[in-house]
């Protein structure tokens, strides 16, 4: 069965430093993966997707994120984090009926 | 503003009472969805709609329903309100083949049954 597991229920940073955020999936066939962020009393924004192509993906507000087949990741990325980007941030693979699967979420707070 | 748009924001019930949530999209998507939020679980599937018509159920679909009348709207009821419906409950809407952006999302609706 189709899966996505995000292992770190929060990850901290300091400002200025470079921040990764864990997703793996489980899929048959190729994986169609996304990014997502949630701002506190909003609604998901999508960040990035990897359909094919370069393993390293780049989205919005300086994210990106690395491809790795034969891991079955996924991570998201930042080369220097901001305390705007704290948030909750998930993860999320298409399945074989089309339908996205959702990590549990990881929040990231960035300290000043 | 193109997008998902989902009334109201907040709502308290008391137990046994019911309502609908509604959500709307003006995006043209074939696909519509609900999801229910709650801490340490992320997002779980209530309902789905692949097309005015169609609808099927999610991964936790008790004590709710929902009707495709038209592509734009998808409600959702709650039949007689829980304590355990508490929750922020989004819509989300795609294309079906194409998903350049995945899903769109509601601002989504936070839900209390006392």
């Known amino acids: 069965a189709q899966s996505v597991a995000q292992p770190e229920d929060q990850v901290n940073v300091a400002e200025g430093n470079p921040l990764t955020v864990k997703c793996t999936y489980s899929?048959?066939?190729?994986?169609?993966l996304f990014w997502y962020v949630q701002y506190p009393n909003r609604g998901l924004q999508f960040l990035l997707k990897y359909i094919t192509g370069d393993n390293l993906v780049k989205g919005s507000y300086g994210f990106e994120a690395e491809f790795n087949k034969s891991q079955t990741s996924f991570h998201l990325k930042k080369p220097s984090a901001l305390v705007s980007d704290s948030a909750l941030y998930f993860c999320a693979v298409r399945d074989d009926t089309d339908k996205l699967i959702f990590g549990t979420g990881t929040r990231l707070q960035v300290f000043p | 503003n193109a997008g998902v748009t989902q009334t109201p924001k907040f709502q308290v019930l008391k137990t046994g009472q019911s309502m609908t949530l509604q959500c709307a999209q003006d995006m043209n998507h074939e696909y519509m969805s609900w999801y229910r939020q709650d801490p340490g679980m992320g997002l779980r599937l209530i309902h789905y709609?692949?097309?005015?018509?169609?609808?099927d159920q999610g991964e936790v679909p008790n004590g709710y329903n929902v009707s495709r009348s038209t592509t734009e709207d998808f409600p959702l009821r709650l039949l007689s309100a829980a304590p355990s419906q508490t929750s922020v409950y989004f819509c989300a809407s795609s294309y079906l083949v194409e998903m350049p952006y995945g899903y769109t999302f509601g601002s989504g609706t936070r839900l209390t049954v006392v």
């Open positions: 709609s692949v097309g005015a018509g169609i609808t």
């Open positions: 899929v048959s066939g190729n994986p169609y």
